[in-house]
């Protein structure tokens, strides 16, 4: 189609071509299609854009995240806007009018006159961080209903009237309406990304982060530099969350190292542990050399743009080839200094602390090159690394403070999560006053509870005040359990598409969900195991089940984790935490329907759960296996489409029940009947030693020697 008239009723003009879809999300309009006459009056040049409902969203997206002044993006909302009222090429109504008389003329300009001051007058709707439907109705004079059905065809978001919706999907509300729309105003302190004044820096630690193949060193080397022992008792052998320390080195000069895990499943904490660290240490066995991972957190340093250090770690082992393993960095682009490069290179034994001086050096060299600044006097702002629950502090977060100066009193919010800092503890347990730029520090004070504890990698800001510091997470609360709540009406609305769809015949490759709810001891834990069961999908010929996270959080089974799973047909994985009674009473009252599966290493959660994912895949249909024929010939009849010819072996065949058609072992569709014959009869029922002709509903593509089984019930 072609928008050949005004599209909204603010007066706004699209002349573009666009999709139906698009059609479909405009005010009343007049249409012609591409190459027709169009009805009605010609239109006028465009003064504005035609917006797709992509580009519509894709602007309020843009607009929610741009920084309050200047705002681009707004001035042309603005000067759109306007054009409603410039001046437009006379019609030829227009024209015809003119030579009606003066007087007619002239009330017609009162009139848009009078309009226009209408317009103007229109104030901006102010979105904040979330709206609720019908409060959103209300900033635009329309009823808490006629936005949930703008909200269903014209942004492409289901949500009731009770709902909130999020600021990006407000404005394209607004927009839909023709209205102008500004952030509400906030009062919370978020870090402000001006320069800071050069005379209000001072020179702060750099922040490293260790990184490397699985059992190269990274922990023992952290360790021996910090001169404890936090490999030993490590469940499974592999770091499992993401701690922070500082340690003096040259006196009182500083080095705060991120201590971060190195097997795949941490790929994503790795990647953030690059973007807040200045120099990366890569830790590469001398007698294992460059791995898979070692090129991978390469890379990840690169995309961070990050510089490498490189501790080829493991010296004192029998068959170190520290040569071997400089050649192998070489192809990556890390050329040692001693080979005319500017990598710098330390050979180090973490076993026996030799070589670790040299490494010190060779980071405080690099970070003197970096030339790292902050202003320690200004409200705070880092980012958690680590978050836990402890018995008798509630939420505690290690801290990595990256500009200004935390102190106790101090008023934050990270995330979902807010507090007031009521105790601070360095790396060594001991309580600290407060904490300036490049410090490492276990918080204390977190209001929200457990539930909301903040994610790794999550933005800790100072806020003013308390109230400011509740709004701020509130909001983003609203928001995240609101997209919760979208994304399990999507999986609900895509199981009722796939029904529909089978219903009417036609079974498309099955795409399903294994839902899961995970808890974990630490925000670390959750956000790895989340992202690795993200990744974890496993199909057959049939259909394809893929993980999808319901819900996850910080600390022990609870009932309502229980629930949550058993509304979701979820279960729900405890990671190195434990349920408490009422968890464990409420599954077993649920009997069998929840699982809750404890695990304290990842590699088993996710072995254990790709085999649940494979039972999901292939489930034997519903009911008892009452019968089973072979598919001895293939007929195409016409309209039927192909029949397969089939001698019923054991038991009987029933029309109406389920059916599996197996290729060996191999499940090659599930379905119901469409078509069941005994010779040239429609019949229900063909026992055991008699041929019949059976059709499946959207399916065709069964062979000769094919078993079908037959479950009723
Ligand atoms: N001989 C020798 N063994 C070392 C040295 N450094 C570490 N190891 C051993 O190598 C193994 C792995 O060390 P970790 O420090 O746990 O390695 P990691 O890279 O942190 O391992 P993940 O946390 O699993 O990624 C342990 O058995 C260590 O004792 C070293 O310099 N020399």
Not at 66 to 71: K, V
Not at 213 to 216: E, I, K
């Given at each position: 189609f072609q928008v050949v008239a005004p599209v909204c009723r603010v007066g706004t003009r699209v002349s573009a071509t666009v999709d139906e879809s698009v059609v479909l999300l405009t005010e009343p309009m007049l249409l012609k299609r591409k190459g027709e006459e169009a009805e009605g009056p010609k239109a006028a040049p465009p003064p504005s854009k035609a917006k797709t409902k992509a580009t519509a969203k894709a602007t309020a997206t843009a607009t929610a995240a741009?920084?309050?002044?200047?705002?681009p993006a707004r001035d042309e909302r603005r000067r759109t806007r306007k054009t409603y009222d410039a001046p437009r090429r006379r019609e030829p109504a227009a024209r015809a009018q003119q030579f009606r008389g003066a007087k007619g003329s002239l009330k017609k300009k009162r009139n848009r006159e009078e309009k226009k001051a209408t317009v103007e007058e229109v104030p901006p709707v102010k979105i904040g961080a979330s709206v609720g439907v019908q409060e959103l109705g209300e900033k635009l004079g329309k009823s808490g209903t006629e936005i949930v059905k703008t909200l269903m065809l014209k942004v492409g978001v289901l949500a009731s009237v009770t709902e909130r919706v999020d600021a990006a999907t407000a404005k394209a509300v607004c927009e839909a309406y023709g209205r102008e729309c500004v952030d509400e105003e906030e009062d919370v302190a978020v870090v402000e990304e001006e320069e800071e004044d050069e005379a209000s820096l001072a020179s702060r630690a750099p922040v490293v982060t260790i990184m490397g193949?699985?059992?190269?060193g990274k922990t023992s080397l952290l360790d021996a530099i910090r001169n404890t022992r936090v490999a030993e008792g490590e469940a499974g052998g592999i770091t499992q969350g993401i701690g922070a320390y500082s340690v003096e080195v040259e006196g009182s000069k500083r080095v705060t190292f991120i201590d971060t895990p190195g097997?795949?499943?941490f790929r994503d904490m790795r990647a953030r542990g690059a973007n807040v660290t200045d120099v990366v240490v890569l830790v590469v066995a001398a007698d294992d050399g460059v791995k898979e991972q070692t090129v991978d957190s390469i890379a990840c340093a690169k995309t961070a743009g990050v510089p490498v250090v490189v501790a080829v770690n493991k010296m004192d082992v029998d068959g170190a080839d520290p040569g071997k393993v400089e050649a192998e960095l070489m192809s990556y682009d890390l050329v040692p200094e001693e080979l005319g490069g500017e990598t710098m290179l330390a050979r180090v034994s973490a076993k026996e602390g030799a070589g670790l001086d040299d490494l010190l050096e060779k980071i405080m060299l690099q970070a003197e090159l970096l030339e790292l600044k902050a202003n320690p006097h200004r409200e705070a702002s880092g980012v958690v690394v680590e978050a836990s629950v402890e018995k008798g502090l509630g939420v505690v977060a290690t801290t990595l403070v990256q500009r200004g100066t935390l102190r106790i009193g101090d008023c934050f919010a990270a995330g979902t999560a807010w507090g007031k800092v009521r105790a601070l503890f360095d790396d060594k347990g001991a309580p600290v006053t407060e904490a300036g730029p490049s410090t490492a520090v276990r918080v204390v004070g977190w209001q929200s509870g457990a539930d909301r504890a903040p994610a790794a990698g999550e933005l800790l800001a100072a806020a003013p005040d308390e109230q400011t510091a509740r709004k701020l997470a509130d909001a983003r609360h609203a928001i995240a359990s609101e997209q919760r709540a979208a994304r399990l009406r999507a999986a609900t609305q895509r199981q009722f598409s796939r029904f529909v769809t089978s219903v009417g015949g036609d079974v498309p490759k099955e795409e399903r969900p294994y839902y899961v709810v995970v808890k974990a001891d630490c925000a670390g834990s959750v956000e790895a195991l989340a992202s690795s069961f993200q990744n974890l999908d496993v199909e057959d010929d049939v259909s394809k089940v893929k993980a999808e996270i319901v819900f996850s959080g910080v600390g022990d089974v609870t009932k309502s984790d229980v629930a949550v799973a058993s509304v979701s047909d979820a279960d729900v994985v405890a990671f190195n935490v434990g349920a408490n009674a009422a968890a464990i009473e409420e599954e077993r009252r649920l009997s069998g329907s929840v699982g809750i599966l404890y695990y304290d290493v990842v590699y088993a959660a996710l072995d254990d759960l790709e085999l649940k994912m494979r039972r999901v895949l292939s489930p034997t249909p519903d009911?008892?296996?009452v019968g089973t024929a072979i598919v001895k010939q293939l007929f195409d009849i016409g309209k039927l489409g192909k029949v397969a010819g089939c001698g019923v072996e054991s038991g009987y065949i029933r029309r109406g029940a389920n059916f599996r058609v197996m290729d060996g072992d191999r499940i090659k569709h599930q379905g119901k009947l469409r078509t069941l014959r005994n010779v040239k009869t429609d019949v229900d029922r063909v026992d055991a030693g008699q041929d019949c002709g059976l059709s499946f509903q959207g399916y065709e593509d069964y062979a000769v020697g094919d078993l079908i089984e037959c479950y009723d019930s």
């Open positions: 741009a920084p309050r002044a200047p705002s193949h699985v059992d190269h097997h795949a499943a009911g008892d296996l």
